[in-house]
Every structure is written in C-alpha cells, then in structure tokens.
C-alpha cells in the first residue's frame, strides 16, 4: 500500500530524474502533451552552432512530448515574419522566434501575443515586455573572450573587428568591444568588416583576405561569432599569419575545437554556451509560460572560457568531451521547475 507521505516522496524524486515525471504532478497543459504545439521560427540556420541549437530544441520537446513544427526562413527576415503568421494559423500553442531583425520581428511576436499564443525569443529584441527574452549573456561572452585577448597580449595591440549590426546578440557584443576599447586606449581598431552572407566562413574569409592585405600589422583579431572566426582563421593561414595574429571569438562546436587545436592556430579562445543547452532553455521557459509561470524578463544562460590551452591541457576533442570535462558547460540550471522533464543524458 502507497501512503501518500510515499507517494509525495516518489513524485519529489521523479520530479529530480532526468527525462521521468509523473503524468499526475505535470500542470495543463502537459496532462496532455501531445495536443500541445509549438513552433521554431528561426532566421539563422547556417553553421554548426544552429545545428546544435535546433538538436536542443527538439531534445527538450522530445522530453516533454509536445509536437514541434520547424520554420526557417534563411535569413529572409520578411519570410520569417510570414512564418510567425503561418504557426498563428495552424493554431499553434507557443512561437520560439530565434534571431531575426527588430524591425520585422517586433509587429509579427505582437500579433501572435494578440492571438493569444505564448512566445519567447532568443537573441532578437522584439521589444515587447510579455514576451522573455532568452540569451547566452552575450555581454559576458564578449567580456571573457576580451580579457583573454587581453591577458595574452597586454593592452597595446592593433585589431580587426568582424560585426554586422543590427543583430540582438552581436549589437549586446558590440557594447562590451567599445567599453573594453575606451578602457584600453592602447588598443587600437584599424578595420571593422563582416558579413552574414552565406556560407557565412567563406564570406568573411573574402573580406579578411583584403583586411589583412591592407593592414599587415593586425595582431589581434576580435571575432564575436564562431563563423566569423573560421572565416578569420582561413584568410590568416594562407597569408601565412598565424604566428602574428591572435583570433578570440564567442560561440563553440566540434569543428571550432579542432580549428582551435590545429598546430599553430590563431584561434586562441572562444567563450560559450552550449547551444544545444540554449535551445533545451528556450523550450522550458516556453513550458513555463504555457503553464502559466513567469520564467522571467530575462532568461540568461551563463557562458564559460574556453582556450586553446585548455583544450590541449585536457585532450578535448568534441562537444560531448567538453561536456563531460567540463560539467558546467552540459547543463543550464535554468527555467527548471521541478515539474519539468528533462532530455536524458
């Protein structure tokens, strides 16, 4: 016979256990996950980072059984608009929008909130105090990477900066890189470029060619975008440059570790999340909202440093090696209730 005293202690430690939870303790409308629906509407898809996003996102719906339609809109910010307003007719409960431009997002979240849909968005300000805002802290991404760059290399040096405006997250970027300069008058800027044209490496690769050319006494190179870097790092190893320039970057993947690894690269820090742990976040606080608690106005997920000394110190090769040697960057205690299933490990 179960007392309720032992049932209450089962379901508290149900309630802790990645991935189980009892069907009597999950709030409506996860009594009935599969008639819940959620949407993605993505404006980036381009590169391992997404990759590893997306990979989250449907972990995290998995886990709480909900259905998940896709959209992706490639960098067409119109056709993502459009998309917000295809998830508001298939009568979907919940929207993710996932980067995008204010100026076309910002009318699109109005009119799903007004249909009465539940949204969150990540690294795009929609400008809209119902809807939370999920980021990496992006601040503290370009903060770490930057006071890496400067341990290494003092606060005299000459640098290139790869930014495109108007991107949530490269603009909160941005902030921390014009700080850090009027800070460091020794830090001189002598370039800014960047591209978000597709392949985006490649694209940045063709400016930096021209950028190096043009400007041979580079040494520090700030490239708060892990495509961005790989673009960087391209043009610096056919110039021949990699033993003059330094590369510091945000964001990591599989392919960012073994560039990083590689004998003689340039690439000497990143800092990150880890999407796939961004994308389980942005799922949640949607949960959240769904089942009407407040995750909050701000849903940050702290990043962490991650140098090339590290990675060879520690013989790490892949994400799932960083995650495990590195427990911190696995999991995000964030916008958990103890209702919420988690992705099993």
Known sequence: MITRRLFTALAATAAMVPGLAFAAEM?????????????????????????????????????????????????????????????????????????GLTESMQAAAQRAVDAGIKVVAFDVNVENPKIPQIEQSDRDLARLALEQAIADNGTTWTAGYVYVPGIAPLDRRDETWKAVKAANPGIKQVAEFGTLDNPIANSVANQARSVLSANPNITVVFAPYDEFAKGVKIAVDEAGMSGQVSIYSADVSTSDIAAMREAGSAWKATAATNPAVVGEVSVRALAQLLAGEDPGRSVIVPPTLITQKMLNELDIKNMEELGQKMPAFAHADVAVPAWMPLPKR
């Open 27 to 99: 709030p409506k409308p996860f009594d009935k996950p599969a008639e819940v629906k959620i949407a993605l509407v993505r404006y980036l898809s381009t590169g391992d980072f997404f990759q590893a996003y997306l990979s989250g996102v449907e972990k995290q719906a998995a886990a709480l059984g909900v259905d998940l339609r896709v959209f992706d809109s490639r960098q067409d910010a119109a056709l993502q608009a459009d998309m917000v307003d295809q998830a508001i007719a298939l009568g979907v409960d919940g929207i993710i929008i996932q980067h």
